[in-house]
């Protein structure tokens, strides 16, 4: 089909090659070509799957072939083809066609009787500096392993032209197939002047995608019709006496039309010019719609700024745990003076 990405050629269970689009023009049927040299007689079993973009495979086609001689260099080798079908779920119009070279011809020698000759180890070239694989390698679309997928791969012992080189040396272009990719350099041996090699910075390194962190969940806020009011604040004694323990009562109300759905607090400060004395805390109880309750008595002790003015500050709900449906009315203030008692 139209969408096929590559093909993998295996021999006796070992990736060869892999060939990238070998089918841009969308036929249900398509040929693709690849030159294998044998390296010695015996029976060999050539695979081929076909891969779409998505990694679904198809079922591997395979086809056993006997090598009975050695080829001579200046011989043809003789063409195998064996089929490979389109991955699952493809429209089977039609089945895809891939051949595959394999050196199966016996030749006649002019060596002695037993002797054999050596089969070609790479093909002809155009005289450029040549590269031979010490070992499987990727072929990628720039100089960096950041290119990636990989578009292909070299077998060890394969050989390709070099085509280029990017400016630090550590990579070379080659030729692949019909197209050109990039290996790194330690993994091929060269033969030939590289010298004169043209200089390729290769294309844009790519720029990775930094993912999007997602944010937490927020928490849900219960819908609530509750409403705290903080009400009259009262002192006992009214007069406070310092480094004397006093107790503060504060009228808690829920005006709204729902009884609060939770417990909290809320605070009690004593403030002089701004600034914090002594603070406490009292417990909010479950509320019900319309009703006014006695917080107190919260006991709290104030030992500086006798004779001066203070202020006792009422916060109710000031972490918001209660629902309710705004807090603008949870503040409420009393001033009083601080008697002098027995303080220095």
């Known amino acids: 089909g139209p969408d096929i990405d590559r093909v993998e050629i295996t021999v006796d269970n070992e990736i060869v090659a892999t060939l990238p689009q070998p089918n841009e023009a969308g036929n249900p049927i398509f040929p693709v070509t690849y030159s294998w040299n044998a390296t010695g007689v015996g029976t060999h079993t050539i695979g081929v799957t076909a891969f779409r973009s998505n990694g679904v495979a198809s079922e591997p086609a395979t086809e056993t072939i006997t090598v009975i001689s050695s080829v001579s260099?200046?011989?043809?080798?003789?063409?195998?083809?064996?089929?490979?079908?389109?991955?699952?779920?493809?429209?089977?119009?039609?089945?895809?066609?891939?051949?595959?070279?394999?050196?199966?011809?016996?030749?006649?020698?002019?060596?002695?009787?037993?002797?054999?000759?050596?089969?070609?180890?790479?093909?002809?070239?155009?005289?450029?500096p040549e590269a031979t694989f010490i070992q499987g390698a990727n072929v990628r679309r720039g100089p960096g392993t950041n290119f990636n997928p990989p578009i292909g791969a070299f077998a060890a012992g394969q050989t390709t032209e070099v085509l280029g080189r990017n400016p630090a040396g550590d990579w070379y272009k080659v030729r692949y197939y019909n197209a050109d990719g990039w290996v790194f350099a330690s993994l091929v041996e060269i033969e030939g002047d590289i010298s004169n090699l043209p200089v390729d910075p290769g294309p844009p390194t790519p720029i990775p995608v930094t993912p999007t962190p997602e944010p937490p969940p927020s928490t849900p806020v219960p819908q609530t019709q509750?409403?705290?009011?903080?009400?009259i604040i009262r002192l006992n004694p009214a007069q406070p006496v310092c480094q004397e323990t006093f107790q503060v009562h504060v009228d808690l109300a829920n005006l709204g039309s729902e009884a609060t759905t939770?417990?909290?607090?809320?605070?009690?400060?004593?403030?002089?010019?701004?600034?914090?004395?002594?603070?406490?805390?009292?417990?909010?109880?479950?509320?019900?719609?319309?009703?006014?309750v006695d917080s107190g008595p919260v006991p709290i002790t104030v030992s500086t700024h006798y004779g001066r003015e203070h202020t006792i500050v009422v916060v109710l709900n000031p972490d918001g745990s209660i629902p309710e449906t705004g807090s603008g009315d949870n503040r409420a203030e009393l001033k009083y003076t601080l008697q002098k008692g027995n303080c220095p």
Not at 226 to 231: I, P
Not at 267 to 291: F, K, L, S, W, Y
């Open 226 to 231: 509750a409403n705290l009011v903080a009400g």
């Open 262 to 292: 939770t417990t909290g607090r809320f605070t009690v400060e004593d403030v002089v010019d701004g600034q914090v004395q002594e603070r406490t805390e009292g417990a909010i109880p479950i509320i019900q719609a319309g009703q006014t």
């Open 73 to 128: 260099p200046t011989e043809e080798p003789t063409p195998t083809s064996t089929p490979t079908s389109e991955p699952p779920d493809a429209e089977r119009t039609g089945e895809a066609e891939v051949e595959e070279e394999a050196t199966s011809e016996e030749t006649e020698s002019s060596e002695p009787d037993g002797a054999e000759t050596e089969a070609e180890s790479r093909p002809r070239t155009t005289g450029r």
